[in-house]
């Protein structure tokens, strides 16, 4: 039978076994040995066998821990070729130092991202040309070991092994700090550390031009948000001249620099990026506190065109500057209409909660403002457990009011100009109790005062009888209302017609000036700091005076320190002061009995510079003096004035007395008026007790608890010129 020409039976090709593994024949059980990847396909199992040097067919499977050893020992074949074509000496060299800004090419171990990743470059041609190759250089590469079972057992088929990729290094001509990931850079402590953001290592570079390596570590106390505070970027040191940077990094920093360049000063402020002293120039504040004031703002929330920061600035500009909301908008690169909103919803969210919760009688308890009491008012006058308090008011000019009847009481005939009155609470170390008002110009201190003490949720919620209120002459009025209420009431006494307060009054009149200064001083450093306040007020804003004085105040409290007079100094002071209460001024009665005020024969004309047997003291002796520092500040005002083209002083000295001089001042108040002083001294005597006595004719020229400002000029003058 003829068999040529019938066709030969087929012989199908064999087919894999997808119950077990193709190369550790395992079987396949359920929660022991998984499968990793299954062939179903005859182009994927020749692709497969192609990249991985292992031959599958259809329908063979393979598991998880075979599958990623194959994967590793490709990865190593890979990374012995990339360096063979580099020149097989490289590998033994050292690594090339460079003193220029040189390119390279740098060999680094990192972990594929996913499976997928790796399987997306099977086909890929990772052949190098020879001749190419020549003219790279190649840092020696680092293989890892094959992983071992316990790992490949734990993260199964996600477990990606090292491979090695080619990363392009430049030397840069930058200095750096120290590379660690161990220990802050700055400080070398280990708590506490967190990596260095990148806003901050822009922030660094910016600033001193050295750049901080990435993943290098600090201490969070160093940063703010993610940035460094500035005496921090000072402290950190230089380790080296140059600074390796990868490629990528390089097109990161310089697309940053360039939103840096492109940034407005709205979008800085909103990422925090702008420097300390650039926003406590536009502000009078520094981010924490800044920052301290958003924190309590808790119900306002952020908006499309601005968030609460960008706001809480643009109102805390507005009220250090007292711009228009119109160039408020040019400088921050933004539209009238942002500016407008944010400084609403900030008056709006300090209304309704920051205030009525962190400011004002209702915020704290009683307790807590005795706390704030001095240590000088205690002394002096035996407060106890009393509060007291000091009152007065201030002015808030603005426009001409075109309502004739609001026009008609907002107008001051004292000060000559329109005008409102916000009346400040404080206690005797300068913290603010409450800003009330503000009430019509036309008002005074002692009706204001008389309004207030009727709200029964106001000051008097918290007042107690036997507590001080410390006033000046213009609460004349009111203190029979106040006593009446069981009050106690320090105010200066009252000269009337006369020239002259008695040694009795001044020296009275010293316990409270002493303590009641510092109500003047809270005004000052508001106005200086706000000068919104300070300025003339828009009419449209009078509607929210009220709120920018308290918020004002509310940062007073927050940020500035406590007004404490004689630090260190206050037992010995106020001991003085009580010492000298009782005692009589003898030399202003030998004057006054003599008549040495229209005389002149008694007296020889002499220059400063020839009397030099005046006694000599310190500069505390002359503290202790004064009982203060105010009459030695005011003290040298009155010299420039006082000394000649020679830096003397016009003197007269009794004949029949040596000790005794006399000089002549003029006031600082009003042109024709001077005061003629005196000082009695042991001559060539040194000490405090060297000076005997000293009067004056101005109005507290005759008190012996420290002196006026002029007989205070003359004393400085010999002591310290």
């Keep these: 039978m003829d068999t040529s020409d019938e066709e030969l039976p087929v012989k199908k090709p064999k087919m894999g076994d997808s119950s077990k593994c193709v190369q550790c024949k395992v079987y396949f059980r359920k929660g022991t040995v998984k499968k990793a990847k299954e062939f179903k396909q005859r182009e994927e199992a020749e692709n497969f066998t192609l990249a991985y040097g292992f031959f599958v067919q259809v329908d063979d499977s393979i598991c998880d821990k075979c599958y990623t050893k194959l994967r590793v020992q490709r990865s190593k074949r890979q990374a012995k070729q990339m360096c063979l074509r580099a020149g097989p000496e490289l590998l033994d060299q050292e690594r090339p130092s460079t003193s220029k800004a040189v390119t390279k090419s740098a060999v680094t171990l990192v972990e594929a991202l996913s499976q997928s990743s790796l399987e997306d470059t099977e086909d890929s041609d990772n052949t190098l040309n020879v001749e190419e190759s020549q003219h790279l250089e190649y840092y020696p590469p680092i293989f890892d070991e094959t992983p071992s079972s316990s790992q490949v057992e734990s993260q199964g088929s996600d477990y990606c092994p090292p491979v090695l990729i080619e990363i392009e290094f430049i030397i840069m001509p930058f200095p750096r700090v120290v590379i660690t990931k161990s220990y802050c850079f700055i400080c070398n402590s280990k708590t506490d550390l967190r990596d260095v953001p990148f806003d901050a290592r822009i922030q660094v570079f910016l600033k001193r031009r050295i750049f901080i390596p990435r993943r290098n570590r600090c201490c969070s106390s160093h940063m703010i948000k993610n940035r460094f505070f500035n005496d921090e970027i000072e402290k950190m040191v230089e380790y080296s001249n140059e600074s390796a940077i990868d490629a990528d990094e390089v097109k990161q920093f310089i697309a940053k620099l360039g939103d840096e360049v492109d940034a407005r000063l709205h979008d800085r402020i909103g990422s925090i990026s702008l420097s300390e002293e650039r926003i406590k120039d536009f502000t009078g504040h520094n981010w924490d506190t800044i920052i301290l004031v958003r924190d309590m703002m808790q119900t306002m929330r952020d908006s499309h065109n601005r968030n609460l920061l960008q706001a809480l600035v643009i109102f805390l500009f507005k009220l250090k500057s007292g711009n228009s909301d119109k160039l408020i908008a040019a400088i921050m690169d933004i539209t009238e209409e942002v500016v407008r909103d944010s400084i609403q919803s900030v008056l709006k969210c300090f209304r309704d909660y920051v205030l009525p ?89 002692a009706k204001i005062l008389e309004h207030i003490l009727k709200d029964e949720n106001g000051i008097s919620s918290i007042l107690e009888k036997g507590d001080v209120f410390v006033l000046d002459r213009g609460f004349r009025d009111v203190v029979n209302i106040l006593r009446e209420k069981g009050f106690k009431v320090l105010m200066p006494a009252l000269k009337g017609k006369r020239n002259q307060l008695t040694t009795e009054e001044s020296n009275e009149s010293r316990f409270v000036t002493k303590i009641r200064w510092v109500v003047e001083a809270v005004h000052g450093i508001i106005a200086q700091k706000y000068t919104l306040l300070h300025h003339q007020f828009r009419n449209k804003m009078l509607t929210d005076a009220a709120v920018y004085c308290k918020v004002a105040c509310l940062l007073y409290n927050l940020t500035c320190k406590r007004l404490n007079s004689d630090v260190g100094k206050v037992g010995i002071i106020i001991e003085r002061m009580k010492s000298c209460k009782e005692v009589v001024n003898e030399l202003a009665e030998k004057v006054e009995n003599e008549n040495y005020n229209r005389k002149t024969v008694p007296f020889q004309e002499v220059s400063s510079k020839d009397l030099i047997d005046f006694p000599e003291m310190t500069l505390d002796d002359l503290e202790l003096f004064f009982t203060g520092s105010y009459q030695l500040s005011q003290a040298i005002s009155y010299l420039g004035e006082m000394l000649d083209d020679n830096n003397s002083l016009s003197l007269a000295f009794l004949k029949e007395e040596p000790g005794i001089v006399r000089f002549e001042v003029k006031s600082r108040h009003i042109k024709s008026k001077i005061y003629k002083c005196y000082i009695h001294y042991d001559v060539d005597d040194v000490g405090l007790d060297a000076i005997k006595g000293y009067c004056c004719s101005c109005a507290n020229g005759l008190r012996t608890i420290g002196c006026c400002s002029h007989v205070a000029a003359l004393v400085y003058h010999f002591i310290l010129w």
Aim: proline share 2%.
């Design 357 to 445: 919760t962190y400011f004002g009688v209702e915020a704290h308890t009683r307790e807590f403002f005795l706390n704030e009491t001095t240590k000088a008012a205690q002394l002096l006058h035996n407060l106890g457990n009393n509060l007291a308090i000091i009152c007065d008011g201030t002015y808030l000019r603005h426009e001409k009011s075109a309502n004739n009847i609001y026009q008609r009481k907002s107008y001051s005939g004292q000060k000559k100009t329109s005008l409102c009155k916000p009346f400040t609470i404080c206690t005797t170390n300068g913290y603010v109790i409450d800003v009330v008002g503000p009430f019509e110009g036309n008002l005074n201190d």
